[in-house]
């Protein structure tokens, strides 16, 4: 049952937490979240590390917290509309087309809230607090769907808890900030595992009437959790009262997810290898151990009031995904460790936007940005249907009294069509899968602020 063995390796690790990153098509590239501030959303997040009275400075560039006066609360909510959809099919390692639909939508509507708050102190120190969501979403295919050996469900939740401090070098000039970073990461993966291919690649097990590619589906699905910490820095240097300049670094996070691997094998399939020593301890419940590292971000953010009405705003961003060339999964059973290779890259996030004050109840904003991604068509799997992308965002501020704010934002975001094209060695299964998915993603926003 030497075909077993290694068949083994290479199914847990295709569903292991190798999946659970990949859960893009989202909003930023790979598997990371933006969304932790309305107003900065809906200017495309331009500006995001310099604009005044946006309290996710805490998480952004802690370093223009002292453009606060007093206390500011700040609670945001985003919901995520993710649609995607595969078109395509696949074979097994005979030739013949794969069974099943398409897996239905995809994507999920889900909601990613954030919370902030800031107190500027008279001596020119400023500290703040902020829980936000800075990586994962869920996507989910219906069962029995053509691509079911690649991927069923993936999710990935991460919580942040950032703890800054800023402090004014030049008073309305200069200020400097850091922060420490407490990240608490789940993952939950899970797909079909086809049994039927694996006993038809055995001589010894092939008569079984059972021993067909898709045949004999099993099931299994991976969960594992985490927490890490990391750091942030910035500063802010306005030089007049028209230009401000921000540059901020966040810091890689390091994971180490254990968890458990659950494994639903048909009975029959199940008899077959529990009736010899050397099979017994395969695809049998236990614990798992990868190691994740979360990627560091590098922000500059600029922004020009041309009048007291009218702002404009950029952002470039960096996201070093070099930190995701590999993950390595040690089990606890007999199984080796298994290793899947990546080779992720640097992205690049780059918007503009601007605001516009209508009057004393109304500030308008709008913006736009492009979002490349880290993943090539070599490495790209259903978990991970990711591609280049456009956000087009609109927004509103409503002062509703002189001490509480109102935000509104809209951002539909238009990704490049993702092209699919996995062909699986015959020792891991043999399968193809070909396809394209359509997709696109709307976000809503609102937020409220008060200033104590």
Known sequence: MQHAHRYTRLTALALGITGALALGQVHASGFQLKENSVKAMGRAFAGSGVAAGDSSVVANNPAAMTQFEGTTFQADVTVIDLNAKFNGGGYD????????????????????????????????????????????????????????????????????????AAFELVPDHLS???????????????????????LFGNPATRPLPFARPQAADGFAKVEGDDTGLGWIIGVNLRPNDKLAIGLSHRSEIDHELEGNVDWTVPGNVAAVF???????????????????TTPSVTTLSVEYKFTDQFSLMADYSETDWSSLQEIRIDFAN????????F????????????????????????????????????????????EDRRWYSIGAT???????????SYVRIEPDTPQIGIVTPPAAGGQRLFGSYSSNVNLFGVSAQYHF
């Not at 398409?102 to 500027?120: R, Y």
């Not at 007999?334 to 290779?341: F, G, Q, R």
């Not at 009057?359 to 070599?378: F, I, K, M, V």
């Open 93 to 164: 390692v005979l030739g013949r087309p794969l069974t099943g639909g398409d897996g239905g939508e995809a994507g999920d509507v889900t909601p990613v809230p954030a919370m902030s708050i800031i107190h500027k102190f008279d001596n020119g120190l400023a500290v703040g607090a902020m829980v936000s969501a800075p990586f994962g979403l869920k996507t989910e295919y219906k069962p029995g769907w053509v691509g079911r050996y690649y991927a069923a469900k993936s999710e990935l939740k991460t919580v942040d808890l950032t703890l800054s």
């Open 176 to 198: 400097v900030g850091a922060g420490i970073v407490w990240e608490k990461a789940e993952a939950e993966l899970s797909k079909s595992v086809d049994f039927g291919t694996l």
């Open 274 to 292: 529990g009736a010899s020593p050397t099979t017994r301890p395969l695809f049998q419940d236990g614990k798992a151990l990868a190691k994740l």
């Open 334 to 341: 007999p199984d080796p460790d298994s290793v899947e290779h």
């Open 343 to 386: 080779g992720w890259s640097k992205t690049r996030f780059m918007a503009l936007g601007g605001e516009y004050k209508l009057n004393d109840a109304w500030t308008l904003r709008a913006g736009y940005a492009y979002d490349e991604t880290p993943t090539t068509y070599s490495a790209r799997t259903p978990r991970l249907p990711d």
């Open 398 to 408: 409503w002062d509703f009294s002189e001490n509480l704010e109102l935000n509104f």
